[in-house]
């Protein structure tokens, strides 16, 4: 279990000012998600400019410190990304962007800093209550949609319905039935922005409500709230936390969390949503299939366009390319490939570019980290599960619960 804050050294005012900011943040990345911000005819989605902003108040205020190991990763991570880029560059691939590499730069700026040692003891507890407590509310708007649905209400995009279109984050599942052709969706709590998010999302805050030894009913809920998602990857970064869990809290925790898991299933097993669960297991195998277009056809075109070229394979195909690739094939098939983030750094900045930038990313969630537990699932959520490699709502969540609390052990 996460400890209890240490004992304040430092001036509580000041602590207050600086939790309120990490606690609007959170929520940002909790329920803001969806929010975009217009530029020309494309999108920043709101979170960038808002951490950025985060960084520079806890800089000015001497929150945030430089951690020199991180930096050094920092900048050889892009020193190996604009190499590769150049040599993308330079060979004339097509489909590369600028702008995508200029947003990698930027993106992952705020991970060269931390807080200082004695506000991070005394915030990192509260902040995961926090966010907790964002997740239970998250659950409770889960819960809401599904059971709505299944009351009679006609599913519709309030969020969309109600904003701007140049306000809201476009070319994301936002609305996605349970299976083709139902008139029941998946639940996404409104604010996320695809039912995988919020069944990841979710899953995070399972895990740090654990940790934190919250009641009982608010995991329930939590499970509840990831069954409504019907989403595959929520229940896949969960089964990968819970062996952390049971490494972190022994033999009791495993055999309950076994026991609690047996009888989800059996209850499951009695309902209708017993078949779809049992679709979505086997799914992999279908090439239309959402699971195939995560984790199969990914990884097999990354193979087929690195294959044969050892510059490609040193250098990649160049910033961007993989988002091209996924456009050109929505087009052709009508299909919403989804390049996770491994094999969109393989593709776009090769090995040379992508064994620099992953060592950052080992340094940012792992190493000094005040819970391995909490790591290891960000590490998963963040390299297999979603296409997180310029992706502010994916990306930041980790800084916020792990990176900016690690210890400076350099």
Same mark, same amino acid.
Request: glycine share 8%; hydrophobic share 55%.
């Given at each position: 279990?996460?400890?209890?804050?240490?004992?304040?050294?430092?001036?509580? %005012?000041?602590?207050?000012?600086?939790?309120?900011?990490?606690?609007?943040?959170?929520?940002?990345?909790?329920?803001?998600?969806?929010?975009?911000?217009?530029?020309?005819?494309?999108?920043?989605?709101?979170?960038?400019?808002?951490?950025?902003?985060?960084?520079?108040?806890?800089?000015?205020?001497?929150?945030?410190?430089?951690?020199?190991?991180?930096?050094?990763?920092?900048?050889?991570?892009?020193?190996?990304?604009?190499?590769?880029?150049?040599?993308?560059?330079?060979?004339?691939?097509?489909?590369?962007?600028?702008?995508?590499?200029?947003?990698?730069?930027?993106?992952?700026?705020?991970?060269?800093?931390?807080?200082?040692?004695?506000?991070?003891?005394?915030?990192?507890?509260?902040?995961?209550?926090?966010?907790?407590?964002?997740?239970?509310?998250?659950?409770?708007?889960?819960?809401?949609?599904?059971?709505?649905?299944?009351?009679?209400?006609?599913?519709?995009?309030?969020?969309?319905?109600?904003?701007?279109?140049?306000?809201?984050?476009?070319?994301?599942?936002?609305?996605?039935?349970?299976?083709?052709?139902?008139?029941?969706?998946?639940?996404?709590?409104?604010?996320?922005?695809?039912?995988?998010?919020?069944?990841?999302?979710?899953?995070?805050?399972?895990?740090?409500?654990?940790?934190?030894?919250?009641?009982?009913?608010?995991?329930?809920?939590?499970?509840?709230?990831?069954?409504?998602?019907?989403?595959?990857?929520?229940?896949?970064?969960?089964?990968?936390?819970?062996?952390?869990?049971?490494?972190?809290?022994?033999?009791?925790?495993?055999?309950? %969390?076994?026991?609690?898991?047996?009888?989800?299933?059996?209850?499951?097993?009695?309902?209708?949503?017993?078949?779809?669960?049992?679709?979505?297991?086997?799914?992999?195998?279908? =090439?239309? =299939?959402?699971?195939?277009?995560?984790?199969?056809?990914?990884?097999?075109?990354?193979?087929?366009?690195?294959?044969?070229?050892? &510059?490609?394979?040193?250098?990649?195909?160049?910033?961007?390319?993989?988002?091209?690739?996924?456009?050109?094939?929505?087009?052709?098939?009508?299909?919403?490939?989804?390049?996770?983030?491994?094999?969109?750094?393989?593709?776009?900045?090769?090995?040379?570019?992508?064994?620099?930038?992953?060592?950052?990313?080992?340094?940012?969630?792992?190493?000094?980290?005040?819970?391995?537990?909490?790591?290891?699932?960000?590490?998963?959520?963040?390299?297999?599960?979603? =296409?997180?490699?310029?992706?502010?709502?994916?990306?930041?969540?980790?800084? &916020?619960?792990?990176?900016?609390?690690?210890?400076?052990?350099?």
């Amino acid at each position: 279990m996460i400890p209890e804050p240490a004992a304040a050294v430092t001036d509580p %005012a000041a602590d207050r000012r600086t939790l309120r900011l990490l606690t609007v943040l959170l929520f940002g990345e909790v329920f803001l998600q969806r929010l975009a911000v217009p530029v020309g005819s494309t999108q920043v989605p709101l979170m960038l400019p808002g951490i950025l902003g985060g960084t520079v108040v806890l800089l000015a205020r001497c929150d945030l410190a430089a951690n020199m190991g991180r930096t050094r990763a920092y900048l050889i991570a892009m020193a190996a990304c604009v190499s590769a880029a150049l040599v993308a560059f330079i060979r004339g691939l097509d489909d590369n962007s600028l702008t995508s590499l200029l947003l990698l730069v930027v993106t992952y700026a705020p991970f060269c800093y931390g807080l200082r040692a004695d506000v991070s003891a005394t915030l990192f507890p509260r902040v995961l209550d926090r966010f907790a407590i964002m997740t239970a509310v998250l659950a409770g708007l889960a819960v809401a949609q599904f059971g709505l649905q299944l009351a009679g209400w006609h599913y519709s995009d309030i969020i969309g319905g109600i904003l701007p279109p140049d306000l809201v984050m476009r070319n994301f599942n936002t609305s996605y039935p349970v299976a083709y052709g139902a008139d029941l969706y998946k639940a996404n709590g409104f604010v996320c922005l695809e039912p995988s998010f919020c069944s990841q999302f979710l899953a995070i805050g399972l895990v740090v409500s654990v940790l934190r030894g919250v009641r009982w009913w608010r995991l329930l809920l939590l499970v509840v709230a990831i069954l409504a998602t019907v989403s595959g990857t929520g229940v896949i970064l969960l089964a990968a936390a819970l062996v952390l869990l049971a490494v972190h809290k022994g033999p009791r925790f495993a055999m309950t %969390a076994a026991a609690g898991i047996a009888l989800v299933v059996t209850v499951v097993s009695f309902t209708p949503a017993a078949d779809v669960f049992a679709e979505r297991a086997t799914e992999t195998s279908t =090439s239309s =299939s959402s699971g195939s277009l995560r984790f199969v056809q990914p990884y097999t075109r990354t193979f087929d366009r690195l294959g044969g070229d050892p &510059l490609t394979v040193l250098f990649g195909s160049g910033p961007g390319w993989s988002d091209r690739d996924a456009d050109q094939f929505m087009q052709n098939t009508g299909l919403p490939l989804n390049y996770a983030m491994l094999p969109k750094l393989v593709l776009e900045y090769g090995l040379v570019g992508g064994t620099a930038f992953l060592a950052l990313v080992v340094l940012a969630f792992v190493r000094g980290s005040p819970s391995f537990v909490l790591s290891g699932a960000v590490l998963v959520f963040f390299t297999v599960l979603s =296409s997180s490699l310029l992706s502010p709502v994916v990306v930041y969540l980790g800084l &916020l619960l792990v990176t900016w609390f690690a210890r400076d052990v350099w």
